[in-house]
């Protein structure tokens, strides 16, 4: 009865919300442009290869393309391009890389060999999926790559190689904190810019120096951004301590998130823990019982039932009296 009681509720509340925010954003330039950016970032190019007529691209368009899930994980991972297959150059791409059906997603490097290739529409969780897997087959290195094995160290070049190294989703702890271990003044333009970017796990000593630093890094990227990467580096600590079953870094990453992003805290204070519990094995029944208090006196907050729902729906309880 409750399981059914909570999906109505969750079903009702999602019918009646928005998850529309910031979308994609599609680069401007042509294909062999995106893959100059894409060489000097590190990245992988996504290309939408569509066509005006198709409706599945249109409805990819319109409800996918301009979620913010979707935004989120594509602006920050891929150099993502439209091309119309009918044309300018789509005509020429759809020759070469054999595109007969729309719509086509396609992950390439920045050589242009395809990485990993989809055709037909899907949901946004789909979508973020699909770019998750092409995500993980990459094996692309920037161009600054080469400059940093040949020992250049300058900070100008050191905050240009880790903000592409951060942006192409590529492991940047070790470099930065070994740069990092070098500096004397963290307030340059350049440091500030590294620390910032190396900000990516609540418990590290980058996230000390992001914190020490707050001030100055607020002026330059704004208050939301800074709180957006304080939660997003709480994310991953959450996430090591459901790899290592430690519910020490689940705690570490909360009070982080409570003291230095509390708007965020509101809701982060409920998701975090039921994420954390949910995904040890053999304890999303104890998420439950630790949480449900809490829910009961936010009768407000939407996406609390929506968590609980979730919950329900995949079968992380099991006890048929819910």
Same mark, same amino acid.
């Given at each position: 009865?409750?399981?059914?009681?909570?999906? =109505?509720?969750?079903?009702?509340?999602?019918?009646?919300?928005?998850?529309?925010?910031?979308?994609?954003?599609?680069?401007?330039?042509?294909?062999?442009?995106?893959?100059?950016?894409?060489?000097?970032?590190?990245?992988?190019?996504? =290309?939408?290869?569509?066509?005006?007529?198709?409706?599945?691209?249109?409805?990819?368009?319109?409800t996918v393309f301009t979620h913010e899930d979707a935004g989120e994980f594509y602006n920050n991972t891929f150099i993502n391009l439209k091309l119309d297959m009918e044309k300018g150059e789509g005509k020429e791409f759809q020759?070469?890389?054999?595109?007969?059906?729309?719509?086509?997603?396609?992950?390439?490097?920045?050589?242009?060999?395809?990485?990993?290739?989809?055709?037909?529409?899907?949901?946004?969780?789909?979508?973020?999926?699909?770019?998750?897997?092409?995500?993980?087959?990459?094996?692309?290195?920037?161009?600054?790559?080469?400059?940093?094995?040949?020992?250049?160290?300058?900070?100008?070049?050191?905050?240009?190689? =880790?903000?592409?190294?951060?942006?192409?989703?590529?492991?940047?702890?070790?470099?930065?904190?070994?740069?990092? /271990?070098?500096?004397?003044?963290?307030?340059?333009?350049?440091?500030?810019?590294?620390?910032?970017?190396?900000?990516?796990?609540?418990?590290?000593?980058?996230?000390?120096?992001?914190?020490?630093?707050?001030?100055?890094?607020?002026? =330059?990227?704004?208050?939301?951004?800074?709180?957006?990467?304080?939660?997003?580096?709480?994310?991953?600590?959450?996430?090591?301590?459901?790899e290592f079953g430690t519910v020490q870094l689940l705690e570490e990453a909360m009070g982080k998130v409570k003291k230095?992003?509390?708007?965020?805290?509101?809701?982060?204070?409920?998701?975090?823990?039921?994420?954390?519990?949910?995904?040890?094995?053999?304890?999303?029944?104890?998420?439950?019982?630790?949480?449900?208090?809490?829910?009961?006196?936010?009768?407000?907050?939407?996406?609390?039932?929506?968590?609980?729902? /979730?919950?329900?729906?995949?079968?992380?309880?099991?006890?048929?009296?819910?």
């Amino acid at each position: 009865m409750m399981k059914t009681v909570f999906t =109505i509720i969750c079903t009702f509340l999602i019918c009646h919300a928005t998850s529309i925010g910031k979308g994609i954003d599609f680069f401007h330039g042509s294909f062999e442009e995106a893959k100059v950016l894409a060489a000097k970032e590190g990245r992988l190019i996504f =290309i939408d290869a569509f066509t005006t007529w198709c409706g599945p691209c249109k409805r990819m368009s319109a409800t996918v393309f301009t979620h913010e899930d979707a935004g989120e994980f594509y602006n920050n991972t891929f150099i993502n391009l439209k091309l119309d297959m009918e044309k300018g150059e789509g005509k020429e791409f759809q020759q070469k890389y054999r595109v007969n059906a729309f719509p086509t997603l396609l992950f390439l490097d920045p050589a242009g060999l395809i990485v990993h290739r989809v055709v037909g529409g899907t949901d946004v969780q789909g979508f973020v999926n699909l770019g998750k897997l092409a995500a993980s087959k990459s094996t692309v290195s920037s161009t600054y790559d080469q400059e940093y094995e040949d020992g250049n160290r300058e900070p100008a070049f050191m905050a240009k190689y =880790i903000e592409a190294m951060a942006k192409g989703k590529r492991p940047v702890l070790t470099v930065a904190n070994e740069y990092l /271990s070098g500096q004397s003044d963290y307030s340059t333009p350049e440091n500030l810019t590294v620390i910032y970017h190396a900000t990516v796990e609540a418990d590290s000593r980058v996230f000390e120096l992001f914190v020490d630093n707050r001030k100055a890094l607020t002026k =330059i990227y704004g208050n939301d951004a800074m709180e957006e990467k304080v939660v997003l580096a709480a994310d991953a600590t959450v996430a090591k301590g459901i790899e290592f079953g430690t519910v020490q870094l689940l705690e570490e990453a909360m009070g982080k998130v409570k003291k230095y992003a509390p708007e965020k805290y509101k809701e982060y204070q409920y998701t975090a823990p039921l994420d954390f519990y949910s995904k040890i094995q053999g304890n999303a029944g104890y998420a439950l019982g630790s949480f449900i208090s809490r829910v009961y006196h936010l009768h407000r907050q939407q996406w609390a039932v929506c968590q609980l729902s /979730s919950l329900f729906r995949q079968n992380s309880v099991r006890n048929s009296d819910w």
